[in-house]
C-alpha cells in the first residue's frame, strides 16, 4: 500500500503560481512512477503529467506543457507540481497517483494504483 497526501491549493488569480505537493508513505516510493491528475466539475479526470521513478523524465499534457513543472524527492518521498500562469480552466481538484509498476500508459488513470484525496485549485479570471 501507498498512502498519498496532497496539499498546497487554494484561491489564485489568473496568472498568478501554486505549488502542489504530495507526501507519500507505505511502501518505497521510489519504486513507482508517479503522476498527477485533475478533475473539473462535470468533467472527467484527466492526465496532467508524469514522472519517472528516478525523476529523470517528465511527460505533460499539452494543455499545461510550459506552465507546470513537476519533481520529485524520493528521499524525502514526495512530488512537487510547480503551477505557473494559471488560467481559469485550470480550476479543478488536483490528484496525486502512484502508477502500477508494469502499467505502460502514463496517460490513463487506470494505470495508477494508489490516489490522493485531491486538493483544490481555483482559478480567477
Known amino acids: ?17 501554486l505549488r502542489l505537493s504530495c507526501a507519500a508513505s507505505g511502501r518505497t516510493f521510489s519504486n513507482y512512477a508517479m503522476g498527477w491528475f485533475r478533475q473539473a466539475p462535470g468533467k472527467e479526470r484527466e492526465f496532467v503529467v508524469a514522472i519517472t521513478r528516478s525523476g529523470g523524465s517528465a511527460y505533460y499534457a499539452d494543455s499545461v506543457k510550459g506552465r507546470f513543472t513537476i519533481s520529485r524527492d524520493n528521499s524525502k518521498r514526495t512530488v512537487d507540481l510547480q503551477m505557473n500562469s494559471l488560467k481559469p480552466e485550470d480550476t479543478a481538484v488536483y490528484y496525486c497517483a502512484a502508477r502500477n509498476p508494469i502499467a ?18 481555483t482559478v480567477s479570471s
Not at 1 to 17: F, H, I
Not at 104 to 121: F, L, M
Open 104 to 121: 505502460i500508459v502514463k496517460e490513463s488513470a487506470k494505470s495508477y494504483d494508489y490516489w490522493g484525496r485531491g486538493t483544490q485549485v
Open 1 to 17: 500500500q501507498v498512502q498519498l497526501v496532497e496539499s498546497g491549493g487554494g484561491l489564485v488569480q489568473a496568472g498568478g503560481s
